[in-house]
């Protein structure tokens, strides 16, 4: 069964990291193929990866845009888009990747992007794993740009307003009634042990917390020279703990 992984959580908590650390797990257990979306933005996922970007769907959307009205009577747009989209899909060792990137012009894209989450849907049907970074906040999730996930991870730092930021993403998951198998809580950078008013915290906003991850040396050094996260040291402390994360939701 395909299994569609995606983050949110509040800025700079560490959802590219660990999107990017979950991709690593993967590839080194074989657990091919795997779609990996940037759907921020800001698109930084494809860095950790140490690959280079050239086209996002933002500049499919664009070209779309412009040119719907002058396309040929007959031309079916959802194939244009479908077609577009393995244009752009860029094939590496194990995992593809998709860049979201984002429009620039101006008209709706409410069209294009309905589209398109229905052939992104199609898509990650293909692969084993999908892993989805996202940015932060829930827009997203509530804009369904996501199609359906199986298991969202509620990113956050240890403090008790990003648990409770996390807490408020859960509530609106809830009360959006998405499509999302479960979502758990990861709490990322702690530096030492586990404050007990952060696990307190987490109990009263019903978070099922999944794994924490702790402050990883080997993480800051990658970031200072700039080498990819698919390189970090194997006995890096997070890269640990993302394999524990990894076997509980793959039950291996
Ligand atoms: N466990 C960790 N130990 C040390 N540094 C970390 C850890 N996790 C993340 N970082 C660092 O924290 C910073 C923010 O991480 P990252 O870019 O993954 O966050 P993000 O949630 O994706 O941010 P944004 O909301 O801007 O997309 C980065 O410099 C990253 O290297
Ligand atoms: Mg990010």
Sequence with gaps: ????????????????????LIINYLLQKNLTPILAVDADPNATLADSLGVQVENTIGN?????????????????????????????????????????GHGEGPGCYCYPNSVLRDCLDKLSSKYRYTVIDNQAGLE??????????????????????????????????????????????IINRLPGDIPAEILEETKRQNLDLLEIIPEDEDIRTNDIKGTPLINLNNEASSFRKIKDLMEKLTGG
């Excluded at 509530?142 to 648990?163: A, C, E």
């Design 140 to 185: 997203h999730i509530s804009r369904r740009t996501n199609g359906d996930i199986d298991v969202l991870l509620l990113i956050s730092d240890p403090t008790l307003k990003g648990i409770k930021t996390a807490g408020r993403l859960q509530n609106m998951i809830n009360t959006l009634n998405l499509k999302i198998g479960k979502s758990f809580l």
């Design 1 to 20: 069964m395909p299994l569609t992984i995606a983050v949110s959580g509040k800025g700079g908590t560490g959802k590219t990291t660990i999107c990017a």
């Design 60 to 100: 499919i959307l664009d070209d779309f845009l412009k040119q719907k009205e002058g396309l040929p009577f007959g031309v079916i747009k959802e194939s244009m888009i479908e077609y577009k989209l393995f244009e752009i899909l860029l094939e590496e060792k194990g995992f593809d990747l998709l860049v979201m």
